[in-house]
T-cell receptor, first 114, second 112 residues
Framework: DGGITQSPKYLFRKEGQNVTLSCEQN?????MYWYRQDPGQGLRLIYY???????QKGDIAEGYSVSREKKESFPLTVTSAQKNPTAFYLC?????????????FGQGTRLTVV | KQEVTQIPAALSVPEGENLVLNCSFT??????LQWFRQDPGKGLTSLLL?????REQTSGRLNASLDKSSGRSTLYIAASQPGDSATYLC???????????FGTGTRLQVFP
């Protein structure tokens, strides 16, 4: 089955801890993205990567870090510097850029600070 | 900076009605516009992709139109069903960027 897999589905973090959210795709897509979703605010872009070993900051990158060592994987680390990390995190991928580029999403990870 | 707006924010209708959801964007320099559906606590499911050179796309009871010059798209849902209840999001992909910019969505409830 082709698709995007995010894990875990639910994640709890204590104050001051770093946590890493997993995103894996087997669609052979070059581009991958991380979004954060808060109630009433829509999706906001955290980081994106167009190719292996390269990534760019999105609109709300502070307190987050990513890596892109493999084409199929784009993990997101929520660091202790992120002051309000409780949110729903969504990973997406697409073939690349261009007019026919359709984005596909995983099922999300809900992160809660306890 | 691209801004995407969706109106209305919420909509509640009886089953069987035909619906129009609206999406507007401020910068017409886009590659494409995509409509998504999101069920509570779930990820996004792609419904329709309209390329910048296209005027509309259809899939089953769904029809999406694009007027790039006026910065507008509409999603038409024919003969709505309770199973259509969800949040509908539109997103645009701009030229020279690989970013998808999202609207805040329209929460739709279709009651029997």
């Amino acid at each position: 089955d082709g698709g995007i897999t995010q894990s875990p589905k639910y994640l709890f973090r204590k104050e001051g801890q770093n946590v890493t959210l997993s995103c894996e795709q087997n669609l052979n897509h070059d581009a991958m993205y991380w979004y954060r979703q808060d109630p009433g605010q829509g999706l906001r872009l955290i980081y994106y990567s167009q190719i292996v070993n390269d990534f760019q900051k999105g609109d709300i990158a502070e307190g987050y870090s990513v890596s892109r060592e493999k084409k199929e994987s784009f993990p997101l680390t929520v660091t202790s510097a992120q002051k309000n990390p409780t949110a729903f995190y969504l990973c997406a991928s697409s073939i690349g850029v261009g007019s026919n580029t359709e984005a596909f999403f995983g099922q999300g990870t809900r992160l809660t600070v306890v | 900076k691209q801004e995407v707006t969706q109106i209305p924010a919420a909509l509640s209708v009886p089953e069987g009605e035909n619906l129009v959801l609206n999406c507007s964007f401020t910068d017409s320099a886009i590659y494409n516009l995509q409509w998504f559906r999101q069920d509570p606590g779930k990820g996004l499911t792609s419904l329709l992709l309209i390329q910048s050179s296209q005027r509309e796309q259809t899939s089953g009871r769904l029809n999406a139109s694009l007027d790039k010059s006026s910065g507008r798209s509409t999603l038409y849902i024919a003969a709505s069903q309770p199973g259509d209840s969800a949040t509908y999001l539109c997103a645009v992909r701009g030229y020279n960027t690989d970013k998808l910019i999202f609207g805040t969505g329209t929460r739709l409830q279709v009651f029997p």
